[in-house]
């Protein structure tokens, strides 16, 4: 596959507590990547693509979990590279066979295969994570020495905008920076 890069800054937010936040803005410090086994898009840093509201709602609900003390969101300006976009047919087009690929690795290897749950919103995606986590390095392998910096999707998340609506309440595009030189810069968003 060829891992044609796509040239598109983007403003992205990543919700964290306060410390974190002013550590990457006044001193550049990088933030650190999630590693936990139900990311959406696989192990990497997180941000809201132009979401700073969706950025700190997120920030606030850490922080009522008693997993943040002082909700904070960190803007960036990110240049996306080698994005594998989920917005786009030409890499959502290779996730079924892949799928299918893994799933006989793991039957081969007598390893049960996770599931996506936690409730209609499917909030945990250990599923998605396992195969994004699997996948990219496998098309990174066959592409030499280009590597995928950015992955990027769009989520359906939330109860309905208005009643009958197809539109969901908390709908966002996330960005997962693999590649943190990617990150042009951090700033305090306004």
Known sequence: MNLAAYQRLI????????????????????????????DWLGSEIY??????????????????????????????????????DLLDTRYTGILA?????????LKFDGRDLPRNHGGDDLLRRDRDCMLLNWLLPQLEKEAGSQRFQTVRG????????????????KSHIQIAVRDPSCIIGYFRPA
């Open 11 to 38: 403003v992205g937010y990543h919700g964290c507590d306060a410390s974190v936040a002013k550590k990457a803005i006044e001193k550049g410090e990088a933030l650190l990547p999630s590693e936990k086994d139900y």
């Open 154 to 169: 769009m989520f359906q998340e939330g109860g309905a905008a208005f009643e009958g609506s197809g539109i969901r309440f």
């Open 47 to 84: 941000f809201w693509e132009h979401g700073p509201d969706r950025a700190l709602a997120w920030a606030k609900q850490r922080c009522s979990q008693g997993k943040l003390k002082n909700p904070a969101v960190v803007g960036a300006l990110i240049q996306l590279g080698n994005c594998f």
């Open 97 to 105: 066979p892949a799928f299918e690929e893994l799933q006989k690795r």
